[in-house]
């Protein structure tokens, strides 16, 4: 099977810099969509991959699929042929013809048709051929709109077999009222197409050199022609414009909401729920409103996951709790973990089982053992962390001296009081305490309390007050205090100016 998808078009009405075929649905350029459904209709055996015909920012669709190539090799037998000039579908398809095994039949796709199943091409292809003679049958997909303007129209004969395509440009009113239109879907014979195309006259009212064409010629040559109608109506809509898109967008999300809570999965608003890329869910997973899944989630049994999260390519365990506003992102999170509200776990985030992380919490790149626990405002990061360690407020590990990143390591039963800064490379080994505020550089020995802080003072001293502007008279009593203030920071070592200390904050 040959596939071509005609992607070379401008796409005018996105009013975008970027071609039309790379617009994102659902996450993915609309040409991937289409790719990926043209992959698997080829099979893995086959021996020439999808072409693309590109023109209007062809450097930028080639890039796009050879950057794809790279990380999906099933795109690797994906070539291009070149349409420098638009001048029609017909004229599109021709530049793909040197490409095309003459021996198996053609499928013609649109690159800004990105919806259609593999299920609907599959019966089209089917029913392309079961004729006789060596070569296929043609197989239009077609579709009853009600509202068919813009469209090209199938024209049947009374007895009701196709007799051609007519473009909304070229057709009579009496076309015009017809409601079955030209998805553009195609099966053709390849042998019969070749002589088509090359026999395509642009003489019509849009002087372009029309695909469509071809039907009549199909008709003339006794090639049999036959029709089917996809599934669903959004399979064969184009996208033509910004707000095409986000409709597309919607009606997409809300079949993947239903095919979610079909599983068994509850969903607060199946109309506020955006997944762009593949979202696994075990039984009695329930999502409130408003969260984003990117790329390759799981979420495993039971789990819950709050309003407004996002959560990208991330591994959930059973029964965890993820709060609102916390974002995932190359995450692994253990059974019974609860995470958030406004946790953020980063790339490496590893948490075994009833971990917790709490709000204004980032973690990257560490591994977290069974029951620790960072519950507020704490940064870990290139860490190791063992069970049954509490992380108080306030904590961060200090990974990155502004060229190398280093790693911390804190092993099982620690606990680290608030407000410490663990400066990597460190260890803080079994069972030890870091009393609260420590700046932590050297190793913690295990079992033991390590507390690096400035001693504890207090003193007797009067707040200065406020001078009245026009008295300004040297205040005896704050100079007394500045005095003992002066003395006492002399004992402990502080090298800061006694003024400064004075002045504090306003
Ligand atoms: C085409 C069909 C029309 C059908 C409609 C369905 C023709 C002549 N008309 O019309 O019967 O109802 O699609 O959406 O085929 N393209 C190229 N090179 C070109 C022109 C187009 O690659 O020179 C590509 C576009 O990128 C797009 C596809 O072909 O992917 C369709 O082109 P478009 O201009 O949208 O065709 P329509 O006028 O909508
Ligand atoms: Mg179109």
């Known amino acids: 099977m040959n596939i071509v998808i005609l992607a070379a078009g401008q796409g005018k009405r996105m009013k975008s810099a970027l071609p039309k075929v790379l617009q994102t649905l659902a996450g993915k350029p609309l040409l991937q969509h289409v790719l990926e459904t043209a992959i698997t209709l080829q099979g893995k055996s086959s021996k020439n991959g999808p072409i693309v015909v590109v023109g209007h920012g062809a450097a930028d669709v080639k ?57 609907t091409l599959s019966a089209l292809i089917k029913l392309a051929d079961g004729v006789r003679s060596k070569e296929s049958a043609l197989a239009l997909l077609t579709q009853n709109l009600n509202n068919p303007t813009g469209y090209g129209r199938i024209v049947r004969d009374v007895d009701g077999s196709v007799a051609a395509i007519v473009e909304e440009k070229d057709a009579s009113s009496a076309q015009k009222a017809i409601q079955e239109i030209n998805t ?33 010629m199909a008709v003339r040559d006794g090639v049999p ?26 009606l997409h999300q809300n079949t993947i909401a239903i095919q979610l809570m079909d599983s068994g ?29 990117e790329g390759r989630v799981t979420l495993a049994s ?18 965890v709790a993820i709060h609102a506003y916390s974002h995932l992102d190359g995450a692994k999170v ?26 204004f919490v980032e973690v990257k790149n560490s591994k977290i053992a069974s029951n620790s626990k960072a519950n507020h405002l704490a940064y870990v990061g290139d860490s190791i962390v063992g069970s049954r360690v509490n992380i108080g407020a306030g904590t961060i590990t200090c990974n990155y001296d502004g060229v190398n990143k280093h790693q911390t390591i804190i092993e099982d039963d620690v606990f680290i009081g608030s407000d410490t800064q663990l400066v990597a490379p460190v260890r803080v080994r079994r069972g030890a ?31 200065p007050v406020k001078q009245e502007k026009k008295a300004a008279t040297k205040n005896v009593a704050s100079k007394k205090v500045t ?24």
């Open 265 to 293: 999965v509850s969903l607060a608003d199946p109309a506020r729920l955006d997944v762009r890329g593949t979202l696994e869910c075990g039984s009695d997973v329930f999502i409130d409103v408003g969260c984003v899944f």
């Open 225 to 250: 022609i036959r029709t089917a109608q996809a599934d669903q109506e959004y399979e064969t809509v184009g996208v033509n414009s910004r707000d095409q898109l986000a409709a597309l967008e919607r």
């Open 334 to 359: 253990g059974n019974q973990s609860v995470i958030g509200p406004y946790a953020r776990l980063r790339p490496g985030a590893d948490l075994s089982n009833d971990v917790h992380i709490g709000n």
């Open 63 to 119: 890039d796009f699929i050879a950057g794809i190539a790279n990380t999906h090799p099933s795109f690797n037998k994906v070539t291009t042929a070149l349409q420098a000039e638009q001048k029609g579908t017909g004229h599109a398809l021709l530049q793909a013809l040197p490409k095309l095994d003459v021996n198996v039949p053609t499928l013609v796709l649109y690159g800004d048709v990105p919806l259609t199943t593999h299920k």
């Open 433 to 463: 305490t870091l009393g609260a505020g420590t700046t932590l550089t050297k190793d913690a020995p295990a079992n033991q309390l390590t507390v690096s802080r400035a001693k504890q003072v207090s003193l007797q001293w009067q707040r």
């Open 302 to 319: 039971g789990t819950k996951v709050g309003p407004y999260c996002v959560i990208r390519n991330s591994v959930v365990g059973k029964s």
């Open 483 to 506: 005095k003992a203030t002066s003395k006492v920071m002399t004992k402990i070592g502080a090298k800061a100016s006694t003024k400064k200390v004075m002045r504090g904050k306003k």
């Open 184 to 216: 553009g879907i195609m099966v053709l014979p390849t042998t019969s197409l070749k002589k088509w195309l090359k026999a395509l006259r642009s003489s019509n009212a849009q002087g372009e050199y029309y695909l469509t064409d071809v039907i009549a």
